[in-house]
């Protein structure tokens, strides 16, 4: 597509429950990106998908959050036995490979919402 | 070690009135600088880039922010604010391009902005 699609858009599920969020980045990009945005805060970085490399998971706040990336395309987010801590915003980027320069230029996704009650 | 930071988590102009966001960096190398702007229930979109050509970088909606080396500062402006500016703004910095594989970017705080009638 022509942008970066997550879903759901909106997620509401009960405290110990398991979530997968889905990130379908721009065809052909290479590197993508899972941020956590909590209610009136900046981003905070979860994980990171690079063409084929090992993924940078220094961002991961726990050992409930996992992802994966099939293919080098669709990446899911998955929060095992949520917690009402985890309600925020989760997005989720893309970019091209990476230029010499460093100078990666995101295209980000609307977002998934994920209230836990 | 590469960080930034946005001097202000909330700015308030009236409409017509200029706007200064500021943001300071602090960098090892020469990094590349980003200007995101997210409006409410959306992603974030790229206002301009900085990547060592013009240290005036313009860019969307009449944005644009000088790279001050001396300053270690890449501030946003725009003459004339208009209601459409409300928003929350990032600004952004590359680490080193050295670490293949891993995250290479810093997001500020975020900084409010609020456009009065």
């Known amino acids: 597509g022509a942008g970066v699609s997550q879903s759901p858009s909106n997620k509401v599920t009960e405290k110990g429950k398991d979530v997968e969020l889905r990130c379908d980045p721009i065809?052909?990009?290479?590197?993508l990106y899972w941020y956590r945005q909590s209610l009136g805060q900046g981003l905070e970085f979860l994980i990171y998908?690079?063409?084929?490399?090992?993924?940078?998971k220094s961002g991961l706040p726990s050992d409930r959050f996992s992802a994966e990336r099939t293919g080098g395309s669709v990446s899911t987010l998955t929060i095992q036995r949520t917690q009402q801590e985890d309600s925020a915003v989760y997005l989720c980027?893309?970019?091209?490979?990476?230029?010499?320069?460093?100078?990666?230029?995101?295209?980000f996704g609307a977002g998934s919402r994920l209230t836990v009650l | 070690a590469q960080s930034v930071t946005q001097l202000d988590s909330h700015v308030s102009v009236s409409e017509g009135t200029p706007v200064l966001l500021r943001c300071n960096y602090s960098?090892?190398?020469?990094?590349?600088l980003f200007w995101y702007v997210q409006h409410p229930n959306k992603g974030l979109q790229l206002l301009l880039k900085y990547t060592s050509a013009a240290t005036l970088v313009k860019g969307i909606n009449g944005f644009e922010a000088e790279f001050k080396k001396s300053e270690t500062s890449f501030h946003l402006t725009k003459p004339s604010a208009h209601m459409s500016d409300a928003a929350e703004y990032f600004c952004v910095v590359t680490k080193s391009p050295g670490q293949t594989g891993a995250n290479n970017l810093f997001f500020g705080t975020g900084t409010r902005l609020t456009v009065i009638p």
């Open positions: 980027a893309s970019s091209p490979r990476r230029s010499t320069s460093g100078a990666n230029v995101l295209t």
């Open positions: 960098s090892s190398y020469s990094p590349s």
């Open positions: 065809s052909g990009h290479t590197a």
């Open positions: 998908f690079q063409g084929n490399s090992a993924p940078d």
